[in-house]
């Protein structure tokens, strides 16, 4: 049977070397959890959430899935944003898509992939919510555009939620954000500027569309 023990010798390697750093670290970690941002991003492996905004464990609380969706009906999604508005108050929901997304490649060809095809639905709704923006473009101009309108969507749907429209009501200090990663640079581009409330929600989305 193979083991995994390189993985525990880096894991341990990483321990010690941050304790060196910060000899302090782990007992103030473990001490309480305060992020002021929650993460909706793709589960692929190349984006992980904190290295791309250099911040340190315990400053993301992070959710994760096939594209970046926000499901109405995704009651594990729906719970990470009840938890980190409700539980703890973080103050920015950035739903972070990337270029040269794996789901949105498989949303936009016909083949077959079954199972993953129920999730990508909701990606082939967003392409025919927007066919006519996409209509005229090439392949990788499609991909990336459809990868942008993915982050848009999204955001309209965290907005949209019970739980953030309900935080808004109570006078909350909270921000939805797009974002999209380029892999090929490491750079993040913003989509949607910070919505604070659903007054604002209309005209972010519509200058994020007219940026697409």
């Known amino acids: 049977m193979k083991t995994l023990e390189h993985l525990f010798e880096r894991n341990r390697a990483w321990a010690n070397a941050v304790k060196k ?21 793709c589960s692929d492996s190349r984006v992980p959430a904190n290295e791309i905004v250099n911040l340190p464990p315990g400053e993301v609380f992070v959710h994760r899935n096939i594209a970046n969706v926000v499901v109405h009906t995704d009651l594990n999604c729906l719970s990470v ?3 980190a508005v409700e539980m703890l108050r973080v103050k920015h929901i950035i739903v972070c898509g990337h270029y040269g997304c794996g789901g949105i490649r498989a949303a936009l060809d016909e083949q077959d992939h079954g199972l993953i095809d129920n999730w990508l639905r909701h990606i082939k709704d967003v392409s025919r919510f927007n066919a006519e923006r996409l209509a005229d473009l090439g392949d990788q101009q499609k991909t990336d555009a459809l990868c942008e309108l993915n ?28 974002w999209i990663y380029g892999i090929k640079d490491g750079i993040l581009k913003g989509l949607v500027e910070g919505v604070s409330g659903s007054g604002e929600l209309e005209p972010r989305l519509l200058r994020a569309l007219d940026g697409v």
């Open 151 to 178: 982050v848009i969507e999204q955001v309209t749907n965290v907005c949209n939620t019970t739980i953030v429209k309900h935080a808004w009501r109570r006078g909350a200090e909270l921000s939805v954000h797009g």
């Open 81 to 83: 944003i009840h938890f």
């Open 21 to 41: 750093h910060e000899p302090e670290f782990f007992t103030r970690l473990s001490k309480q959890q305060a992020p002021e941002y929650l993460w909706i991003g």
